[in-house]
């Protein structure tokens, strides 16, 4: 679990960037999208979380879908996972202050499980090294954010889990997401994995200690991929008769902010953060 404080001011607010599936390191990552969101998050403060697949990582030894003519040339070296961390901290460099959180995804744990190495770790020890706040997760966690203001406290549960499962081009993982709603008690919950992007809300009454009634939301929050494997029209996604990704904008931008009288956290989603 990791907990985040937001600034002490009398109104305190915070944005957060929830990202997944970047794999920043195949050659048909956005990079240009990817980039365009770090700067922006750079630019207000924002802090950033990737929720699992930060690499592909598909092109070492072992791997039955390696590719040689799939990699960057940065990453053609006998050294490929060392030039994975490498290249994707002196990536990050510029944004060192804004990562907060990178997470585990099926990519990073189907290295370690070949190569017991976690890319996931070695890339935050780089990030930390160099001075910044990042933390790791695991496949599955919790993110509390946290403000007190006037004695009050106010809190927003996140709970992350990367994702399971198929392509889901019907319910586009809305089942899947109700499901872990079932068991987890928490104010949204955030998946990626299946490279499709969309918000919904799941309200709850509880009864309080005191014996007060309250209703409350659940957002379920599924973000998409900046690897866009649509064009061009060949290869495996072709081959599966899958259709393009919402890569040029797959993330969502959490805002969050004290109520009127300081008692709890009010959170609003966007496409594109307000400034």
């Not at 365009?36 to 072992?62: E, P």
């Not at 744990?109 to 160099?130: F, G, M, P, Q």
Request: proline share 5%; aromatic share 8%.
């Amino acid at each position: 679990m990791h907990r985040v404080t937001l600034p002490p001011a009398l109104r305190s607010d915070m944005w957060v960037f929830l990202s997944a599936d970047w794999h920043w390191d195949n050659p048909k990552c956005r990079l240009d999208m990817l980039e365009r969101d770090l700067q922006t998050a750079k630019r207000i403060g924002a802090m950033v979380i990737s929720a699992g697949d930060h690499f592909c990582a598909m092109q070492g030894k072992f791997d039955r879908r390696a590719d040689k003519q799939a990699l960057r040339p940065e990453h053609a070296t006998g050294s490929y996972l060392d030039a994975l961390v490498d290249t994707a901290a002196s990536f990050l460099k510029p944004y060192l202050g804004v990562m907060g959180l990178i997470t585990i995804g099926n990519h990073e744990s189907s290295i370690y499980s070949r190569h017991e190495t976690c890319l996931t770790t070695r890339l935050v020890e780089r990030l930390r090294a160099a001075g910044s706040p990042c933390r790791m997760g695991g496949y599955n966690g919790w993110v509390q954010f946290y403000s007190t203001s006037n004695k009050s406290v106010g809190t927003y549960k996140m709970y992350y889990h990367h994702g399971s499962g198929g392509d889901a081009p019907v319910t586009q993982g809305l089942l899947g997401m109700n499901r872990v709603s079932q068991y987890v008690d928490a104010d949204a919950i955030l998946s990626g994995h299946i490279h499709t992007k969309n918000l919904s809300t799941v309200v709850r009454e509880r009864l309080s200690p005191n014996g007060i009634r309250r209703v409350s939301d659940t957002h379920l929050v599924r973000v998409s991929t900046y690897k866009d494997e649509y064009s061009p029209l060949v290869g495996w996604h072709i081959e599966q008769g899958r259709g393009p990704r919402p890569t040029s904008s797959p993330g969502y931008w959490l805002h969050l902010k004290m109520n009127h009288d300081k008692t709890r956290l009010i959170p609003t989603y966007h496409e594109q953060p307000l400034e």
